[in-house]
């Protein structure tokens, strides 16, 4: 299926208003709780155009949270242009996840609800993690469990550490303290010594 910039300029603006409704009613509630009458009733559109773009509703959603995890792949990105440790690449995968959580919680709502699809390693979205975690593997960091199932133990992490900042309001230091403890965890489970965890987590997390 095209992707907006693809589109004809017509299309392109009925498919984003589908997206711009899909955010707002995934902030909420999960998609097998939205019906389509309310999606295009909130976009403005007629409920035919929908079926031009989604096959369904859970084709919506993932389409919703694909765009989300590229944006928040743009991020871990940048803030790993200037670093090298393949360890600190995928502890400040968590830090910006986690900050994304923080600073966006209606768009990072939508990518819980919809991410189901996107924890295989194989998956393109997740091709910066993984090539951290081959880069670690080389290096002889990891553990032997975390070689064949690292990339689904840290995205499950990140993800439910996402879910508990968003459920709950806690000041920027106990979320921060909370981050930290959690990349300890993480970190270790990977393989790290705890000396080495923990100072890598209070590295990464002196910026959130």
């Not at 965890?185 to 910026?207: N, T």
Request: some cysteine; charged content about 25%.
């Amino acid at each position: 299926m095209m992707i907006s910039a693809e589109l004809p300029p017509r299309a392109a603006r009925t498919r984003s208003a589908l997206i711009a409704a899909g955010f707002d009613l995934l902030a909420v509630k999960p998609i097998d709780a939205i019906p389509i009458d309310e999606v295009v009733a909130k976009a403005g559109v007629a409920k035919g155009s929908f079926f031009n773009h989604f096959a369904d509703k859970h084709a919506f959603a993932a389409a919703i949270a694909a765009e989300v995890r590229r944006e928040l792949e743009d991020q871990v990105t940048g803030a790993n242009a200037a670093v090298a440790d393949p360890m600190e690449r995928i502890a400040n995968g968590m830090r910006v996840s986690a900050a994304f959580a923080i600073n966006n919680p209606k768009r990072a709502a939508a990518l819980l609800r919809g991410a189901g699809n996107m924890t295989e390693r194989s998956h393109p979205l997740n091709k910066g993690v993984a090539d951290d975690f081959d880069q670690a593997d080389k290096l002889g960091l990891l553990s032997q469990e975390a070689r064949s199932a690292g990339v689904l133990y840290w995205l499950g992490l990140c993800q439910a550490l996402m879910a508990s900042l968003l459920e709950t309001s806690e000041d920027r230091p106990r979320a921060q303290a909370r981050v930290r403890e959690m990349m300890l965890l993480g970190l270790m489970g990977l393989g790290l010594q705890r000396g080495e965890a923990m100072e890598l987590a209070r590295k990464c997390c002196a910026s959130l």
